[in-house]
């Protein structure tokens, strides 16, 4: 076992599993692998470039009109791909000094139109913590986008009809635009659970999208992601991102080649409406945001070149 990133896996998930099958995608997502601890000299603990845009403590600002909250590094989960596994340690909750600070920073700022909840999982923070700071965030005429991304709806939905987070929200941010992104990555994930927490997001005023992330032995083909997107598509759920793998510690052994990637993508344009297919994008370690994968200009065998938001050329190389 990982001491670091030890296993946690709900109860209500465990259930999904097939135990009897070393193979089966939804136990390769959550049950500890000996390789995930053979770290490459390539993989991060900041694979995605956090730190340079961390304003303070819980608040990341990488793009100009939102910012990404993390007051909590607790999940309900530990995915074994893991972009965020370098957070664990830190206190479970930001204080009550962090939440004025970054309350400060959002009135001083007012090209901030969104502001997103991060993680950890945003939905296992404490009602009372979240609604006293969405309340203070209500106030602020600016900010009229509030999001989630959570992976609870898949692993644990009945907690968040138990816990009452979308009456919370509702009650805390009344006139803003709600939206919540489900962390989603196999067509198994879809439970009748999950269909039902859906219309309840819904009937509270949120817009519902998900996002996937491409992983090597869990859905990296046309057939299961072709699945996975119109299934979603059909109760509800808009797909967002495909996610290409982050290249954190530990995750190789997930890592699916860019060329794959572009070729999945290319054989789902063909099979799929155009409204259920998501952006595929790739962060880079450099800190400049997520880049359309198809927009990578191909320089050698695994090396690419990327415009950033700003005009600037980066560099890639593909691991896989």
């Not at 990404?68 to 995915?79: I, P, Q």
């Not at 404490?126 to 959570?150: C, G, Q």
């Not at 927009?295 to 938001?309: D, E, H």
């Amino acid at each position: 076992m990982n001491k670091q990133f030890p296993t946690l896996i709900p109860e209500f998930y465990l259930k999904l599993i097939n135990w009897d099958d070393p193979k089966d995608p939804l136990r390769k997502m959550v049950k500890f692998d000996p390789r995930e601890e053979e770290i490459h000299e390539y993989e991060m603990a900041d694979p995605i470039g956090d730190n340079p845009k961390t304003i303070c403590r819980g608040l990341i600002h990488r793009y100009p009109d939102r910012v990404l909250l993390n007051l909590t590094n607790v999940c309900a989960v530990h995915c074994r791909f893991c972009f965020r596994k370098n957070i664990l340690g830190a206190p479970a909750f930001l204080n009550k000094n962090d939440l004025a600070t970054i309350l400060k920073y959002l009135k001083n700022h007012k090209e901030i139109w969104e502001v997103i909840f991060s993680g950890g999982d945003p939905l296992m923070i404490p009602n009372k913590m979240l609604h006293d700071f969405l309340e203070k965030v209500n106030k602020i005429t600016h900010i009229k986008i509030i999001r989630f991304h959570s992976r609870i709806p898949v692993m644990n939905p009945q907690m968040i009809v138990k816990n009452k987070f979308m009456e919370t929200v509702q009650k805390a941010v009344p006139e803003k635009q709600k939206v919540i992104v489900i962390h989603i990555n196999h067509p198994r994930e879809i439970t009748p659970e999950l269909k039902k927490l859906v219309k309840i997001f819904y009937k509270n005023g949120f817009m519902v999208m998900s996002q996937t992330v491409l992983l090597k032995g869990v859905n990296d083909s046309e057939m299961i992601l072709a699945n996975l997107f119109k299934s979603l598509f059909e109760i509800g759920i808009k797909p967002y991102y495909l996610h290409h793998l982050d290249i954190a510690r530990g995750t190789h052994y997930f890592r699916v080649s860019i060329e794959k990637g572009k070729k999945i993508l290319r054989k789902l344009r063909k099979k799929i409406s155009s409204a259920c297919l998501p952006k595929y994008v790739i962060d880079f370690p450099q800190a400049t945001g997520k880049i359309q994968v198809f927009s990578l200009k191909k320089t050698g065998s695994k090396t690419y070149t990327a415009n950033t938001l700003r005009g600037k050329k980066i560099n890639y190389i593909d691991f896989a």
